[in-house]
């Protein structure tokens, strides 16, 4: 069965562009999860949706970063005005629903290089 | 905040040997995710468990919640085995450790 999509796979801008990421999660999947992960450091949290409710934004680093899902699916992970230290690889996750016992299921990821 | 500490950073094994990684963390929390991820980036969720003791294969994974403690055991360590192995408590969300580095040799 299709697991979490990310696109794309890569992406290479210049500073002060802004990108998107797109995310389509496991069909029936009511939690989707953004995490980053920088060059030698671990796994960061982003931003989480469940359901209909309003979104998790706790670990947005800054004001550039904004998400949306759009109809309970697919969710886009947008960088506004991006800065070398945005380079990262964004992984998504998605989960039947939020919380424990629930385990999460992860995307490829999208390897993001500002130049 | 959870904060999550893994021991050891790295671990290099001979072929054959049994491996074990431990994970601590701060904050009571309702399951711990155990996560592998190969050179080339890709997650892999191994184990999810809220007690006791979960088997896969050469993989065992225990937890004594009291004591927030988790250890990722790997039996019998095989090349292919090799990758980061990281620790993810969750509570509403999930928290990482730093990942342990796991190089197992021929």
């Known amino acids: 069965g299709a697991g979490v999509s990310q696109s794309p796979s890569n992406k290479v801008t210049e500073k002060g562009k802004d990108v998107e990421l797109r995310c389509d999660p496991i069909?029936?999947?009511?939690?989707l999860y953004w995490y980053r992960q920088s060059l030698g450091q671990g796994l960061e949290f982003l931003i989480y949706?469940?359901?209909?409710?309003?979104?998790?934004k706790s670990g947005l680093p800054s004001d550039r970063f904004s998400a949306e899902r759009t109809g309970g699916s697919v969710s886009t992970l947008t960088i506004q005005r991006t800065q070398q230290e945005d380079s990262a690889v964004y992984l998504c996750?998605?989960?039947?629903?939020?919380?424990?016992?629930?385990?999460?299921?992860f995307g490829d990821g999208t390897r993001l290089s500002i130049l | 905040k959870n904060e999550v500490e893994q021991s050891p950073q790295n671990l290099t094994a001979q072929e054959g040997e049994f491996i074990t990684i431990n994970c601590s963390y701060s904050?009571?929390?309702?399951?711990l995710h155990w996560l592998q991820q190969h050179p080339g980036g890709g997650i892999v969720s191994l184990f999810m468990?809220?007690?006791g003791k979960k088997k896969h294969g050469r993989l065992i994974a225990t937890i004594n919640i009291q004591e927030k403690h988790s250890s990722l055991h790997i039996t019998a360590s095989h090349p292919r085995d090799s990758a980061v192995y990281i620790c993810?408590?969750?509570?509403?969300?999930?928290?990482f450790g730093a990942g342990t580095t796991v190089t197992v040799r021929a």
């Open positions: 904050v009571g929390i309702s399951a």
């Open positions: 996750a998605s989960s039947l629903i939020a919380g424990g016992n629930q385990p999460q299921h």
């Open positions: 993810a408590p969750e509570g509403h969300k999930l928290s």
């Open positions: 069909s029936g999947h009511t939690a």
């Open positions: 949706f469940q359901g209909n409710s309003a979104p998790d």
């Open positions: 468990l809220s007690s």
